[in-house]
């Protein structure tokens, strides 16, 4: 049984930082594409960033770009988002998804093309 599970959200002012992780067990790790998207209130799931498998490619949304970076670490079966320089719009709820494939360089930034997502956490950015 596949699960994805994120943690690190929180309360933070603008201007700060926090670091969301996102755990993936009963799968291979390595064999995964992640990405990260957001929701907030009246609004749809959009993307936020992705990473192949070899953590090679990495693609971010213009909106995060310059501010936030996704990474991974195989050996602990964890992907990462750096989210600097917060501002009140990325408030939202942050889900963290996981693609299984075959390519090294495979990347995904279309929600409905990924396998399994965790439940989401919280981050919300007061002005």
């Known amino acids: 049984q596949v699960q994805v599970v994120e943690s690190g959200g929180g309360l933070v002012q603008a201007g700060g930082s926090l670091r969301l992780s996102c755990a993936a067990s009963?799968?291979?790790?390595?064999?995964?594409?992640m990405g990260w998207f957001r929701q907030a209130p009246g609004k749809e799931r959009e993307f936020v960033a992705a990473?192949?498998?070899?953590?090679?490619?990495?693609r971010h949304a213009d909106s995060v770009k310059g501010r936030f970076t996704i990474s991974r670490d195989n050996t602990k079966n964890t992907v990462y988002l750096q989210m600097n320089s917060l501002k009140p719009e990325d408030t939202a709820v942050y889900y963290c998804a996981a693609k299984v494939t075959a390519s090294r360089s495979y990347y995904e930034n279309f929600p409905p093309r990924y396998d399994y997502w965790g439940q989401g956490t919280q981050v919300t950015v007061s002005s």
């Open positions: 009963g799968v291979t790790f390595s064999s995964l594409a």
């Open positions: 990473i192949s498998r070899s953590d090679s490619i990495t």
